[in-house]
């Protein structure tokens, strides 16, 4: 069975780590959840107000991590999913996240990242020269990581498939799961 890789921590978008999480076991895939530490993680629920210029945040589901970032095998992994949320604003700093990440890129491994995820993309150099989706307000940080921000609910850039945010988890995870599928099928 093929094995796929969520990178995330505390604060991450509820919705955003367990849709692709269920998604990929429904599919036939082993998904397994790394975080700095082998834990118990508390995400949040991100919503959009009318009215508001960003979105509201909410305590979320608890979920255990299984695996820490630094026991993480990369090459036991035919693919990678980063969830959006706060997480990846302070896991992008993590040595061996930033070695994962390049790791999956160099393989040319099927990677996806939704909303805030792309930062972590772009901590470990890994953008320079592609195109990526995120949350509109982390369209900077893609170009400072070398890419070209790009507004799709579901961009494909060859193995990279991004989108903004939950909203667009039907289009995001239909194409990532047919880049999966080319790449790794679940058995």
Same mark, same amino acid.
């Given at each position: 069975?093929?094995? !796929?890789?969520?990178? &995330?921590?505390?604060?991450?978008?509820?919705?955003?780590?367990? =849709?692709? %999480?269920?998604? $990929?076991?429904?599919?036939? =895939?082993? &998904?397994?959840?790394?975080?700095?530490?082998?834990? +118990?993680?508390?995400?949040?629920?991100?919503?959009? !107000?009318?009215? %508001? *210029? &960003? =979105?509201?945040?909410?305590? @979320?589901?608890?979920?255990?991590?299984? !695996?820490?970032?630094?026991?993480?095998?990369? *090459?036991? =992994?035919?693919?990678?999913?980063?969830?959006?949320g706060?997480?990846?604003?302070?896991?992008?700093? *993590?040595?061996?996240?930033?070695?994962?990440?390049?790791?999956?890129?160099?393989?040319? +491994?099927?990677?996806?990242?939704?909303?805030?995820?792309?930062?972590?993309?772009?901590?470990?150099?890994?953008?320079?020269?592609?195109?990526?989706?995120?949350?509109?307000?982390?369209?900077? *940080?893609?170009?400072?990581?070398?890419?070209?921000?790009v507004?799709?609910?579901a961009?494909?850039?060859?193995?990279?498939?991004? @989108?903004?945010?939950?909203?667009?988890?039907?289009?995001?995870m239909?194409?990532f799961?047919? !880049? $999966?599928?080319?790449?790794?099928?679940? &058995?």
């Open positions: 069975m093929a094995k !796929v890789l969520i990178l &995330t921590g505390d604060a991450a978008e509820d919705l955003e780590v367990m =849709y692709p %999480y269920q998604r $990929l076991l429904e599919e036939g =895939y082993e &998904t397994h959840i790394a975080a700095p530490s082998a834990k +118990k993680l508390q995400f949040v629920v991100h919503d959009f !107000v009318e009215g %508001y *210029d &960003t =979105y509201t945040e909410k305590p @979320g589901h608890t979920w255990a991590a299984d !695996v820490a970032f630094s026991e993480v095998n990369p *090459d036991e =992994y035919a693919a990678l999913v980063i969830p959006g706060r997480a990846p604003e302070y896991i992008r700093g *993590d040595r061996d996240v930033q070695e994962i990440a390049r790791h999956f890129a160099d393989a040319g +491994k099927p990677i996806a990242a939704l909303c805030h995820g792309p930062l972590v993309l772009a901590a470990a150099g890994v953008l320079k020269g592609r195109e990526s989706s995120a949350y509109p307000a982390c369209a900077l *940080d893609v170009e400072n990581g070398g890419g070209t921000w507004d799709s609910e961009h494909v850039d060859q193995n990279l498939v991004t @989108g903004r945010a939950w909203p667009d988890h039907p289009a995001w239909r194409a799961m047919k !880049v $999966l599928r080319a790449a790794a099928p679940a &058995t």
